[in-house]
């Protein structure tokens, strides 16, 4: 149909849920990209679906400025207890630990239900200028132009888009009067009914044509554009169908306000997760459940009033009823990974379109929220032309290993509920226990979203030891993991506290960090006051000021790509901002240059200590626009710092 309108994007963005918006945010940051987001749904997520929301993903929010808006209303999680059958086989709680690891992250787990989440992120996307999502569209043709894809400036995807009819893009309710969430990623029961429906869909008017530089699948589970890429699930669906239910409850069980694992004696397991505005989430094993033509649970035959029947039986003997009933689902789990995450690097997937699991340890929207915070920066850069194509790849060599290993964790995650675990913990000599004890410990730490590390590429330089390091210069990609053992490369940058040189404030230092699109350098400059330092100190500001230094070879209209940071150890009174000449700190500028040291009042933190940072010689660590640590190098090695940049940044 080559009359039909046609119009070209650089980024068109299938699907407006969690990974969708995250990507749509992240290109907005940089100004003057042209991205399309659609959705085949007319309406937000008003209730329901995800609501976990770990200490990783909030550090993130809060370095797009809206985290404030999650922390006023969300429910944080503070403890979890485990509620089992006694030797006479009558429930009750069998022990209680910190929900979470304390000091991790800055931010504890909390949650808050999916539909807040997607408005913070449209809002902050709109606030930089960027797209409003466009409903009621879908994808029903889908070209790739192989002989294109390498040229940098081509548009080599061709997309038709359909407008749905109101009747195809309204969820269905399946005929109950409670929201729920029976409906979402599929309009169609399976693919082959999708396919049906688009062969025989719609009048010409209804169509346009899109052509793309870059297209990204945030089309959830049943993914239409995974398909059409050709890439497959691998992995198990398991038999496991679980029934959700957000109510506000009545009951006498002592412990609904804190989240619970809940395992009955014969009728399987129950999790309790308390939520905003009085309401619970009960997820809950179904055991008896209709299968539909499929040979799967029959989705549209499921009542709140089945799931709480279950969830009475799992819980007797205390009493289980409630007053509202907010919102309600059941499914059957599968935990997959899809074979690839892109298509000659122009098309990619993210989110659930490429991974799915159990949401018992509530990872799914996080998960998929960090593939897109992965993979916006560097759609981004190359787009800019700040960096070659070639960083592309790294989205799937960095973000599908997280997603298996989500896999293996969901696995054994799932296994903790069941109780098989548990039964563990009883053993006599005390060595399971033990097992048992750091399975859990493990676990909550993958569950914050701060275990994650990304492997050597042209972005993670490759961990150097310390007798190299010392005897020969770092070749091209190393980074001196000894000068900064707190501060591993390839994880993201952990925050501690340090003072404002210029007025004594206490900053988060990952608050010098903000997703506005920069790399930083941050300069642990050491002790100024020792003499054989501050001439090191004076010699790096020199060298980074030289044109052919990192700071001035990679721009953009006029401005550098990267932000330079100082730390130094202190002590602040000995020292001056003047200390410090350009570019550590430009004049008038007096949020460039902070300290560890102690404060009057406000908390600090032991920083140098912390990031296990020399506090005489101090060290560099430069870091991704994704707060990912890339290198680590001395305050001398300026040829291996330009050296790693220029394995992936152009001038
Ligand atoms: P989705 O949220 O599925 O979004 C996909 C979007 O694409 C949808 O808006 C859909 O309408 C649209 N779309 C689909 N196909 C097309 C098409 N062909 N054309 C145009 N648009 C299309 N995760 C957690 O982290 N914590 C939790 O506590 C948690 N609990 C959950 C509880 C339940 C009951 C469920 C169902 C999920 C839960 N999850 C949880 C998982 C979480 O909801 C998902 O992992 C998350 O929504 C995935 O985000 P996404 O953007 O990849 O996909």
Redesign the pocket.
């Known amino acids: 149909r080559n009359d039909l309108p046609t119009s070209e994007v650089d980024v068109l963005i299938?699907?407006?849920?969690?990974?969708?918006?995250m990507s749509n945010l992240w290109l907005s940051v940089f100004k003057g990209l042209r991205v399309r987001i659609?959705?085949?749904?007319t309406s937000d997520?008003v209730a329901?679906?995800?609501?976990?929301?770990?200490g990783r993903t909030q550090e993130v929010f809060h370095s797009f400025g809206f985290e404030d808006r999650i922390l006023k209303i969300a429910q944080p999680m503070a403890e979890f207890s485990f509620w089992e059958p006694n030797d006479s086989g009558r429930l009750h709680r069998s022990s209680r630990t910190p929900d979470g690891v304390p000091n991790v992250s800055r931010f504890q787990g909390s949650?808050l239900h999916?539909g807040h989440i997607e408005k913070f992120l449209k809002d902050a996307a709109r606030d930089r200028g960027g797209q409003e999502v466009e409903h009621g569209?879908?994808?029903d043709l889908l070209e790739i132009d192989e002989s294109k894809v390498d040229e940098v400036d081509s548009y080599p995807i061709t997309v038709r888009l359909r407008r749905l009819s109101k009747e195809e893009s309204t969820p269905s309710q399946f005929g109950h009067a409670v929201a729920n969430?029976l409906y979402?990623?599929?309009n169609f029961m399976t693919a082959k009914e999708?396919d049906r429906a688009i062969e025989k869909s719609a009048e010409p008017q209804d169509h346009e044509v899109i052509k793309c530089k870059y297209l990204l699948g945030?089309?959830?589970?049943?993914?239409?554009?995974r398909r059409q890429m050709g890439a497959q699930m691998e992995g198990d669906q398991t038999d496991f169908v679980?029934g959700?239910l957000d109510i506000i409850p009545q009951t006498d069980f002592p412990d609904i306000r804190s989240r619970c694992a809940i395992q009955s004696l014969n009728h399987g397991s129950l999790m309790v997760?308390p939520r905003e505005n009085e309401l619970v989430r009960l997820y809950i094993q179904l055991e008896e459940f209709e299968r539909d033509a499929y040979g799967r649970v029959d989705r549209r035959r499921i009542s709140p009033a089945q799931i709480l029947q279950a969830a009475q039986k799992i819980i007797a003997p205390y009493t289980l009823e409630y007053s509202h009933c907010d919102w309600f689902?059941a499914?059957q789990i599968g935990q997959r990974v899809s074979t690839s995450y892109a298509k000659s690097d122009r098309i990619f997937i993210?989110?659930?379109?490429c991974h799915?699991h159990s949401?018992k340890a509530?990872?799914?929207?996080?998960?998929?929220?960090m593939?897109a915070y992965n993979l916006g920066w560097k759609i981004a850069h190359v787009l800019r032309g700040w960096a070659g194509r070639s960083i592309l790849s790294t989205y799937e060599s960095e973000r599908r290993p997280v997603a298996q290993e989500l896999i293996r964790f969901d696995q054994k995650w799932s296994a903790l509920f069941s109780g098989q675990l548990k039964k563990i913990e009883r053993a006599a000599d005390g060595t399971e226990l033990e097992e048992f004890k750091q399975t859990f410990e493990n676990a909550k730490l993958f569950v914050a979203g701060i275990t994650v590390q990304y492997g050597p590429s042209q972005l993670v330089g490759q961990i150097l030891d310390h007798k190299n390091v010392h005897f020969n210069p770092p070749s091209v990609g190393m980074g001196n993991q000894d000068l900064a053992k707190g501060i591993p490369i390839g994880m993201r940058f952990a925050s501690h506290r340090v003072l404002n040189q210029a007025d004594m404030r206490s900053w988060h230092l990952q608050d010098t960090l903000p997703s506005d699109g920069l790399w930083r350098l941050l300069v642990f400059a050491g002790r100024m006051t020792d003499p054989t330092q501050r001439p090191r100190v004076l010699q790096l500001a020199h060298s980074l000021s030289s044109p052919s230094s990192i700071l001035n070879t990679y721009t953009s209209g006029g401005r550098s790509l990267f932000e330079v940071i100082t730390v130094h150890s202190g002590p602040r009174i000995d020292v001056e901002l003047s200390d410090f000449p350009p570019p550590l700190r430009e004049k008038y500028e007096y949020n460039k240059i902070f300290v560890d040291d102690h404060s009057y009042s406000e908390p600090f933190g032991n920083a140098y200590e912390n990031y296990g940072v020399d506090a005489v010689r101090g060290c560099l660590v430069l870091v991704r626009p994704d707060q990912y640590v890339s290198w680590i190098g001395n305050l001398e090695d300026m040829a291996g710092l330009e050296a790693f940049c220029s394995g992936f940044l152009q001038k």
């Open positions: 299938v699907g407006a849920g969690p990974a969708g918006l659609i959705d085949k749904r997520v329901g679906q995800a609501d976990g929301l770990v949650v999916q569209i879908q994808p969430g979402r990623s599929a999708e945030c089309d959830g589970a049943h993914s239409w554009i679980w959700v997760v689902t499914y993210l989110g659930d379109a799915t949401p509530g990872q799914g929207m996080n998960v998929s929220l593939d």
